[in-house]
């Protein structure tokens, strides 16, 4: 009877970190103007994250190399956090924790700023 309630216990809590990851994406997708359904995708997912974080799109080919994707996913989730005007620390966060971390930057006050450079001008411009 005990490994029943252990094993009820695991469950519950999977889920409960399944729907905390889901919809933390999905607000996240939403606050970078991206459609939320496009969080439950996968690997269109990881395609719009590049997008939202400004890399590009072939380092989705990356993630099938060894070591290189270790490289891709560090680029993806710093630069998701740099684009909410983030640091490095919440990439890092995004990348170990996403049921923790995704949730606070779609839930909190950060707004998305574009381009994974924290709110820089893009495209070159000089910021006056």
């Known amino acids: 009877m005990e490994p029943d309630i252990a094993n009820t216990i695991l ?3 999977y889920l409960g970190i399944l729907v ?3 919809a933390g994406t999905w ?7 991206q459609p939320g359904w ?5 690997i269109y997912n990881a395609y719009v994250m590049l997008k939202i974080g400004d890399n590009p799109g072939w380092y989705l080919l990356l993630f099938i190399i060894p070591i290189a ?3 891709a996913g560090w680029k993806m989730y710093v630069g ?3 684009a909410f005007g983030k640091g490095i620390g919440w990439g890092v966060g995004l990348w170990f924790l996403p049921f923790v971390f995704f949730p606070l930057l779609a839930f909190g006050d950060a707004s998305y700023h574009g381009g994974g450079r924290g709110g820089g001008s ?3 411009e000089a910021a006056i």
């Open 80 to 82: 998701v956090a740099k």
């Open 122 to 124: 893009a495209g070159g």
């Open 27 to 33: 607000k996240v997708f939403q606050k970078a103007d």
């Open 69 to 71: 994707n270790i490289y």
């Open 38 to 42: 496009a969080s439950l995708i996968p």
């Open 20 to 22: 905390l990851t889901v």
């Open 11 to 13: 469950l519950v809590a």
